[in-house]
């Protein structure tokens, strides 16, 4: 790649994240999505944990991250092959790319970790709060609102502290901050992002 060419890459860069600011792209939906499976699993498991059932956390979980990764997958689907499918931009496509491959990493974590043992489940925690940190950031950079770095930094602190407490209050804190680190901010920006394009509230 010659110079000239690194410089146009970087100017298309820009132009996008320009107009990605200009535009909210972020939804809120897929907030939404795993702010509702990951607080109703981390209740399951509790449940189960109160009742002597430990036995079927595991299968819980398995069974929630495959209905979240499956309503990320339809999400998407019909986004591509809906009415606006035409119109839709590139960072639309990759919104829509990076939730997706969360939910598919998160849930070859789990099976890595409860499936095969070879994570301990408070090393999974940790890997699934850098996944979420990683995410949020990223939708920070595109849509230009800052104070979603404080969701993600949330994730990491939540995500880290898997590795220094036991794992059940650990699990429990983790799940339920999803609430106000996800499903409170998937409303929000359901919110803005309607009142953006479509001019209702």
């Not at 110079?3 to 939404?32: P, T």
């Not at 002597?52 to 991250?65: A, C, D, N, Q, S």
């Not at 839709?88 to 829509?96: A, G, Q, V």
């Not at 994570?119 to 995410?135: A, K, N, P, Y």
Request: proline fraction near 2%; glycine fraction near 10%; hydrophobic fraction near 50%.
């Amino acid at each position: 790649m010659d110079e000239q060419q690194a410089i146009s890459n970087l100017e298309y860069i820009r132009s996008v994240m320009r107009d990605v600011r200009r535009h909210n792209i972020i939804d809120g939906i897929y907030y939404i999505i795993w702010g509702t499976v990951i607080p109703a699993c981390t209740a399951l498991t509790w449940w189960l944990g109160f009742t002597g059932r430990e036995g079927t956390i595991g299968t819980v979980w398995l069974v929630g991250m495959i209905a979240g990764v499956l309503c990320c997958f339809v999400t998407g689907w019909r986004r591509s092959h809906g009415e606006a499918a035409e119109s839709m931009r590139s960072e639309s496509r990759l919104y829509n790319t990076v939730w997706i491959l969360f939910g598919v990493t998160g849930l070859t974590t789990m099976i890595v970790s409860w499936g095969f043992a070879k994570l301990t489940l408070t090393e999974s925690l940790f890997v699934l709060g850098l996944l979420l940190t990683m995410v949020h950031a990223v939708d920070a950079s595109f849509s230009g609102m800052r104070w979603m770095y404080a969701i993600a930094a949330g994730w990491l602190i939540f995500g880290t502290l898997g590795l220094w407490l036991p794992f059940r209050p650990a699990a429990l804190l983790f799940g339920f901050a999803t609430i106000p680190l996800g499903l409170i901010p998937g409303i929000i920006l359901t919110r803005i992002y309607r009142r953006e394009r479509h001019g209702t509230s």
